[in-house]
């Protein structure tokens, strides 16, 4: 991870919705209800996307939590940014403050210790036929909203169709669960979704992950308004003050409802929690080493080499650690928008990786801390290897005249400098491939050889640290005869930009779960392409693609869905949407030594809202 990953880890994390977003699956074989498969299994406690969950019906708490953790204390935390204008993260429209996953309690919640898992929290239990057509809830009968009003299965109706209606809330919902037909209450505590399909197998998953908003609070306040209003919540923490832009404190619910429940023993341990806003990641170091809040993620190589050094260090009162994850590392790279015509023609986006020498990079400015990234589910046994072979290349076959050659006879790999190679010869196969596709260099200048116009695009970033990287990219690109202008740009501009696809060129982190799924349309999905708000922030508008996407979601089987989400990685990295740059396996985390953490860590390597204070 690099400091860009900071930006998707904490500002845009606040933009993401309450639901897990890097869970899984999705739509295009509608075929209807298999009405020979729809027994019910019968009420369960929880619900793995596979085979069964780890957790039985009469477990205590979750591995990786401490249920004797002593409850006290102020957490403090840092926030890169410049501001926040709401506190309403699943709206379009503005720039959520941070810690908003707090505010609402789901359904269930999920455990970051299996691969994708769920067990009871607003819904007691959850049945689903054997083929998956419908799921139905009950609701916990001692649920309740802050205000100590039940939450009822019309609140989990007025949620659903807030989400999927209203054309100010982020469309990531309309494509999660574009395959519920119908929402039936039939008891005050029991909500049921029916499907159009049985073969969106992750759907009652999904579903199970809905946050629920309160009913009786929205008759009388508008829910598409992006505004400081502190909304009515269910979660185990609610907002106690804020200064706007600057900072927000969360205080934990006295007599939260779900406090004691398996999923949340051990969880939630501090008294508050406070966000302090920085402008600068530079200048969030440095009050971190100062003392000025307690935890830090650290993303830049050059700082985790050189800047976590001194006295508070020496004496131990600071801890420097790196945390081993088992969780993919999905795909930071540059991302080339094809909505723009610069970037329309595959051949000039794979030119444009020969310029990005990430070897030189990796040894001048990260430490040589990282490794290239080569797939959109890298670290992870979901990425695309070798050329494809068996069930694979069966998925593939169907699609042979569709897809370029390469899907099938070469096994991907983003351009070395590594010897022989060289940045010299890998610039020389990038004029070679700008000038196939209709691009030549007069005066030194790149030109297109039809309209006669420079290539020229912008490079939007948001964090200053990255210019570091990105200059030398612009010097070779400038080599090229191309102009790239490396723009800097605050915070909320940056955010509002991505958000309407309004960039040539971007540093983003794709993230990715170890079980892949419906989030998959909102990355690549030619239908929600042009929706402001999407995460399909190339542009990808390809049938084949969106086929691929849905058998992902259809997977019966861990073994069938390996197969198919390599076959979708495959695809995406032969379009050469973007330029691939790099990971780390390992978190880089600092803390204070008053922070104390369970023995067990969870998949994700950490999992904060189980530590507590000695």
């Not at 699956?25 to 619900?47: D, W």
């Not at 650690?321 to 000039?348: L, S």
Request: net charge neutral; charged share 20%; glycine share 4%.
């Amino acid at each position: 991870m690099s400091s860009i990953s900071l930006i998707n880890n904490t500002l845009l994390k606040t933009l993401s919705i309450t639901i897990a977003l890097f869970s899984a699956s999705g739509f295009a074989n509608a075929a209807g209800t298999n009405n020979s498969a729809t027994t019910a299994t019968g009420a369960m406690h929880g619900i793995a996307m596979h085979g069964t969950p780890q957790y039985s019906a009469n477990f205590t708490h979750l591995a990786y939590s401490n249920p004797e953790a002593p409850k006290k204390g102020t957490l403090k935390l840092g926030v890169v940014g410049d501001s926040f204008d709401s506190f309403n993260p699943h709206l379009v429209k503005g720039v959520p403050a941070a810690g908003m996953s707090y505010q609402y309690d789901t359904l269930m919640k999920k455990a970051e210790d299996e691969a994708f898992s769920l067990y009871g929290l607003i819904a007691e239990s959850i049945e689903v036929p054997a083929d998956r057509s419908w799921v139905e809830f009950k609701i916990n009968p001692k649920a309740v909203f802050h205000d100590g009003h039940p939450i009822t299965a019309e609140d989990v109706k007025f949620t659903f169709e807030t989400l999927t209606t209203s054309d100010k809330v982020n469309p990531l919902y309309q494509a999660y669960y574009a395959d519920v037909s119908r929402v039936e209450v039939s008891a005050p505590l029991t909500i049921r979704f029916m499907f159009s399909t049985n073969t969106n197998k992750e759907l009652p998953l999904i579903l199970a992950e809905l946050p629920v908003f309160p009913k009786h609070y929205y008759d009388n306040h508008a829910f598409s308004k992006a505004d400081l209003t502190a909304p009515l919540g269910s979660g185990p923490y609610k907002i106690a003050s804020f200064d706007a832009g600057r900072s927000v404190t969360w205080e934990r619910v006295k007599n939260y409802w779900a406090a004691d429940l398996p999923v949340n023993k051990g969880f939630y341990n501090f008294d508050k929690i406070v966000y302090e806003y920085y402008k600068d990641n530079t200048i969030a170091l440095e009050a971190f080493k100062a003392g000025e809040f307690d935890f830090r993620t650290e993303s830049t190589a050059r700082n985790w080499a050189n800047a976590y050094v001194g006295p508070k260090f020496e004496k131990g009162e600071l801890v420097k650690e790196e945390v081993t994850h088992e969780m993919p590392a999905g795909m930071q790279a540059f991302i080339m928008n094809t909505r723009k015509d610069v970037f329309a023609d595959r051949k000039v986006r794979q030119a444009l990786a020969y310029a990005f020498d990430f070897e030189w990079t990796n040894a001048n400015l990260f430490y040589s801390q990282y490794k290239r990234t080569s797939s959109y589910f890298e670290n992870s046994e979901l990425a695309s290897q070798g050329t494809p072979k068996g069930e694979e290349l069966a998925i593939l076959t169907p699609f042979k005249d569709k897809l370029p050659a390469e899907v099938f006879t070469t096994e991907y790999a983003p351009p070395s400098t590594t010897a022989p190679a060289s940045i010299r010869k890998n610039l020389r196969t990038a004029v070679q491939l700008l000038k196939e596709a209709g691009w030549e260099v007069k005066n030194k200048v790149l030109t297109n050889s039809k309209t006669n116009q420079p290539m020229t695009f912008e490079i939007l970033l948001v964090l200053k640290d990255f210019e570091r990287v990105i200059q030398p990219f612009a010097k070779n690109l400038e080599i090229l005869g191309i102009k790239a202008d490396v723009r800097l740009i605050d915070t909320t501009q940056y955010i509002n930009r991505v958000q309407n696809h309004d960039f040539d060129m971007i540093v983003y982190t794709i993230g990715q779960s170890n079980s892949p799924g419906n989030e998959q349309r909102h990355f690549w999905q030619s239908e929600i392409a042009d929706k402001p708000g999407s995460r399909n922030l190339m542009g990808v508008r390809d049938p084949v693609v969106d086929n691929l996407i849905e058998q992902v979601i259809s997977s019966p089987d861990r073994e069938a869905l390996i197969n198919r989400t390599r076959a979708l990685d495959r695809v995406l990295l032969w379009g050469h949407y973007v330029i691939p740059n790099w990971h780390n396996p390992n978190l880089r985390v600092a803390y204070k030594n008053t922070l104390a953490k369970p023995a067990v860590n969870p998949k994700t390597g950490v999992e904060l809202d189980a530590w507590w204070f000695k």
